[in-house]
């Protein structure tokens, strides 16, 4: 189906995706350190049951600071985020008053190194004045671990999702993503992953065949849709040898800005959950927060590249990347599904994964961007 006839709910799957991990990254463990370890679980029961409020109070009390006992589970699938009202401010150490965010990292996923390259980045960006909440600094690290888990504390900081019909602020956010990425272009991740077919796609592929993922009336269809689309998406990323690498937010869609009004203190956007940090091409950042049809898409990148460009300078060959980038993202996600399918939350969540119907859905999608791969692409 051509981009200027999608349905708009389409368009909002592929940008609201959770948080997607990258191929082969996440079994690198290289610069892991030994946690302070815990009981051995029983192999029935997941490792984030374990984590009871008392554990999360307790990690906190280990760096410090003492919770009141007001505790509350935010959104998030990949890792487990608590805020946490304290007994006594942080006072000169953040902007937080007396609340706090609490990540407790899905153990195993990313290595210490690449936990601590992600700190490393938002630090840089805060200190170029770009409004991103990164980990506090507690007891000389960003970074702690108790029971088993690794874990960071942040600033508490509020807002809404930002209104991407308003031309200025697309504007407003294209600004700050120039200047998220002239930062992200001043040297590479070292431990991070990179955003790419193999990446994305061939470990992908991998990992649902060899688990068994694929129902067996869907897995040569399947299969076939699959090798046809990434035949297609390596030609268009073939076609820009010199596309620039740099390190990005890596998940950049409307959930992951928080937008403060006008007149208020620190107004405009704020971003939040660099967890998806790597390195790719800068329009992985700019796809996710453009929707509708083609018309309104054309005008939403209109404005964030206007504000991109008065901060940088956005290579518009990139924009034919959109649709591969896409691509990847559809297939990862199916990955990420088979990934976490033994933490009980994803069969109660997602009970359709697995089904006849689901992967018949995704290789209509697959076909789908098979042939959006191959139109025109957005220009701005």
């Not at 407790?104 to 700190?119: K, T």
């Not at 000389?140 to 088993?148: A, D, I, K, W």
């Not at 992908?204 to 869907?218: E, Q, V």
Request: glycine share 8%; with cysteine.
């Amino acid at each position: 189906m051509p981009n200027a006839h999608r349905p708009t709910a389409r368009w909002a799957f592929f940008c609201l995706l959770p948080a997607l991990e990258g191929g082969r990254a996440s079994n690198d463990n290289s610069g892991m350190t030994q946690y302070n370890k815990a009981p051995a679980p029983r192999a029935d029961i997941h490792v984030y049951e374990h984590l009871t409020p008392d554990v999360v109070l307790d990690a906190l009390a280990s760096v410090g600071l003492f919770g009141d006992g007001r505790l509350m589970a935010l959104s998030s699938y990949e890792n487990r985020v608590y805020q946490v009202h304290l007994e006594s401010p942080l006072g000169g150490k953040a902007q937080a008053g007396d609340t706090v965010v609490v990540k407790f990292y899905r153990p195993g996923r990313w290595s210490d190194a690449q936990i601590h390259e992600e700190h490393a980045f938002a630090a840089e960006l805060m200190a170029a004045e770009i409004p991103v909440v990164g980990a506090l600094a507690l007891n000389g690290s960003t970074l702690h671990h108790f029971n088993g888990f690794g874990f960071s504390v942040s600033p508490r900081r509020g807002g809404r999702r930002p209104e991407l019909e308003d031309g200025e602020v697309l504007a407003w956010i294209g600004r700050f993503l120039a200047r998220i990425h002239t930062v992200g272009a001043a040297r590479p991740f070292v431990h991070r992953p990179r955003l790419s077919l193999q990446t994305f796609g061939s470990d992908s592929r991998d990992l649902l065949l060899a688990g068994g993922y694929l129902p067996l009336d869907m897995e040569s269809r399947w299969r076939q849709a699959f090798e046809e689309a990434m035949a297609v998406a390596q030609g268009v990323f073939d076609a820009l040898p010199q596309a620039r690498q740099l390190r990005l937010h890596g998940d950049c869609h409307p959930g992951n800005i928080l937008w403060t009004p006008e007149g208020m203190a620190l107004a405009g956007p704020h971003f939040v959950d660099l967890d998806d940090a790597r390195t790719g091409p800068a329009v992985q950042d700019l796809w996710m927060l453009l929707s509708g049809d083609r018309p309104q898409q054309l005008r939403q990148l209109g404005a964030l590249v206007d504000g991109y460009d008065e901060f940088g300078e956005f290579d518009r060959r990139e924009l034919a990347l959109i649709e591969p980038l896409r691509t990847l993202r559809l297939v990862h996600y199916s990955a990420w599904l088979a990934q976490r399918w033994h933490d009980p939350i994803f069969p109660i969540n997602f009970p359709w994964f697995g089904s006849s119907d689901y992967w018949k859905g995704q290789v209509d999608m697959l076909i789908e961007q098979t042939e959006a791969m191959q139109a025109a692409p957005l220009v701005a």
